[in-house]
């Protein structure tokens, strides 16, 4: 296992922009006894309600948001370009069928049972705050549903959760 420190939020030098969306990050909640990780390319960092906070999206038939529901804190994974591969099995595998963990040869680590993925180089340890589901109607523009909610993702929307960003993490 890796060593990890806190890290000072305020020394935080990152584009969300490419770190999130072509990078890609892993989600990740449970706790000891089972811990499931996902895939994400939507997403963000900034300050609501007085808090630093990452916010992320969950599309409903995915098995890692019953870990999100279920637990207080999730965790926000940045990896090095090398772990794409895992990144897209993480994508494309569902945690129902196999453990992504064990199949994968990621590792899972906790800090106070909050699951955090050791190969990562920086980890967001995030407290949920909100959890606000995302309907047909909160679309200002036909052309959301159109691209992002067309065919067999009908109806399978995304839930968005802000968690306040209790540790920065990095090796």
């Known amino acids: 296992m890796h060593q990890f420190q806190p890290y000072p939020i305020e020394l935080l030098e990152l584009n969300p922009f490419t ?17 499931n990780a996902m895939t994400a390319s939507w997403g963000g ?4 309600w007085g808090k630093n906070v990452a916010f992320i ?12 529901d279920k637990e207080e804190y999730f ?4 990896f090095e370009k090398k772990y794409l591969n895992d990144l ?24 106070e049972n909050i699951p955090y993925v050791d190969e990562s180089n920086f980890i967001f340890l ?3 705050m909100a959890a606000v589901p995302i309907t ?15 065919g067999k993702d009908d109806g399978n929307l995304h839930t968005l959760y802000v968690g306040e960003i209790t540790d920065v993490l990095a090796r």
Not at 75 to 78: A, G, I, L, W
Not at 102 to 110: A, E, M
Not at 136 to 150: C, G, N, R, T
């Open 19 to 35: 770190k999130i969306s072509s990078e890609w990050m892993l989600i990740a909640a449970g706790g000891k006894e089972k811990t």
């Open 45 to 48: 960092l900034g300050v609501l």
């Open 57 to 68: 999206f969950v599309r409903e038939n995915r098995y890692t948001k019953e870990f999100i």
């Open 75 to 78: 965790s926000c994974n940045f």
């Open 88 to 111: 897209k099995y993480f994508g494309v595998v569902s945690g129902r069928l196999e453990d992504k963990f064990k199949t994968s040869g990621l590792n899972v680590d906790y800090k």
């Open 126 to 128: 995030c407290k949920k």
């Open 136 to 150: 047909e109607a909160h679309f200002l523009l036909p052309e959301i549903k159109e691209k992002w909610y067309s």
